[in-house]
T-cell receptor, first 113, second 113 residues
Framework: QQQVKQSPQSLIVQKGGIPIINCAYE??????FPWYQQFPGKGPALLIA?????SEKKEGRFTISFNKSAKQFSLHIMDSQPGDSATYFC???FGAGSYQLTFGKGTKLSVIP | NAGVTQTPKFRILKIGQSMTLQCAQDMNHNYMYWYRQDPGMGLKLIYY???????DKGEVPNGYNVSRSTTEDFPLRLELAAPSQTSVYFC????????????FGPGTRLTVT
């Protein structure tokens, strides 16, 4: 299967909180896991990405945690701000030679002041 | 650089009409992609291209056609529009196909009635 399951569908946190968005996959041939951020009326933009040989990656306030044995990965946003309010998509690329990204269904995050 | 540009931004089609969604990039990227985004469903790949003259089907190609005569342009053709093609369409491009960042355009919102 080339499915990526994302949860929750929506998330509301207060400013300064740490929202966590989770994704799970079945196919162990996936070899690249990016997260995209999308603001209303805009196209998605790459936020951060990880490969399965790494357990954690940080870029600024954004961290991906990757659990290869559980086939799960998650996005954590430290010290969340109202400007982080957006829809977040996890994705996975299916193995060497593939150019296709399989996207999760998205999580709409609202950070309230 | 303008990045990835798409025209039109909005369009309403009647059932059975045809149209072409335009996409252009000025980053000299070899790889280009067309996605559709439906509410709560993430992004699904329609077609992709790894270079001028080379295109291939993605996950949901039925009802669409593409061509790639130049590196810069990747138009998407809808023949005999159907209500099921009501969606937001995003074009994207990347320097490479293996784990390289995909840059998305601003999208075209298409309604078929």
């Amino acid at each position: 299967q080339q499915q990526v399951k994302q949860s929750p569908q929506s998330l509301i946190v207060q400013k300064g909180g740490i929202p966590i968005i989770n994704c799970a996959y079945e196919n162990t041939a996936f070899d690249y896991f990016p997260w995209y951020q999308q603001f209303p009326g805009k196209g998605p933009a790459l936020l951060i990405a990880i490969r399965p040989d790494v357990s954690e990656k940080k870029e600024g306030r954004f961290t991906i945690s990757f659990n290869k044995s559980a086939k799960q990965f998650s996005l954590h946003i430290m010290d969340s701000q109202p400007g982080d309010s957006a829809t977040y998509f996890c994705a996975a690329k299916f193995g060497a030679g593939s150019y296709q990204l399989t996207f999760g269904k998205g999580t709409k995050l609202s950070v309230i002041p | 650089n303008a990045g990835v540009t798409q025209t039109p931004k909005f369009r309403i089609l009647k059932i059975g009409q045809s149209m072409t969604l335009q996409c252009a990039q000025d980053m000299n990227h070899n790889y280009m992609y067309w996605y559709r985004q439906d509410p709560g469903m993430g992004l699904k790949l329609i077609y992709y291209s790894v270079g001028a003259g080379i295109t291939d089907k993605g996950e949901v190609p039925n009802g669409y056609n593409v061509s790639r005569s130049t590196t810069e342009d990747f138009p998407l053709r809808l023949e005999l529009a159907a209500p099921s093609q009501t969606s937001v369409y995003f074009c994207a491009s990347s320097f490479g196909g293996q784990g390289y960042e995909q840059y998305f355009g601003p999208g075209t919102r298409l309604t078929v009635t």
